[in-house]
């Protein structure tokens, strides 16, 4: 059985930081790729970053700059650091997981994973 953990979420200053997590359990590590996908209120979800099965991140045009995802040596935790945060970043933060991955590949679709975490709120304030 696939978990996904998030935690880290809550409320910034416009131009502050966040980091959240995601602690990954019941996945094949050698195979699966993960990432973070965002959905703000009355908004259909969006891409954040995902990171191919080697652990390159592709990034939101949006987040370039300022947000960086890494996944840990084991690939059980993913991380999202998050900087100079913008009201605009204000949504639910969802990571996301998929087993068979090819390599070299970044899923960018919501619809190419097919474990999702519960999510955790960021809210950014001007």
């Known amino acids: 059985q696939v978990q996904l953990v998030e935690s880290g979420g809550g409320s910034a200053q416009s131009g502050g930081s966040l980091r959240l997590s995601c602690v990954a359990s019941?996945?094949?590590?050698?195979?699966?790729?993960m990432g973070w996908f965002r959905q703000a209120a009355g908004q259909e979800r969006e891409k954040v970053a995902v990171l191919t099965t080697e652990g390159t991140p592709s990034y939101a045009d949006s987040v370039k700059g300022r947000f960086t995802a890494s996944q840990d040596n084991t690939k059980n935790t993913l991380t999202l650091q998050m900087n100079n945060l913008k009201p605009e970043d204000t949504a639910m933060y969802y990571c996301?997981?998929?087993?068979?991955?090819?390599?070299?590949?970044?899923?960018?679709?919501?619809?190419?994973?097919?474990?999702w975490g519960q999510g955790t709120q960021v809210t950014v304030s001007s």
């Open positions: 996301v997981a998929r087993a068979g991955c090819r390599p070299f590949a970044a899923y960018v679709q919501s619809r190419s994973y097919e474990y």
């Open positions: 019941g996945i094949s590590y050698s195979n699966g790729c």
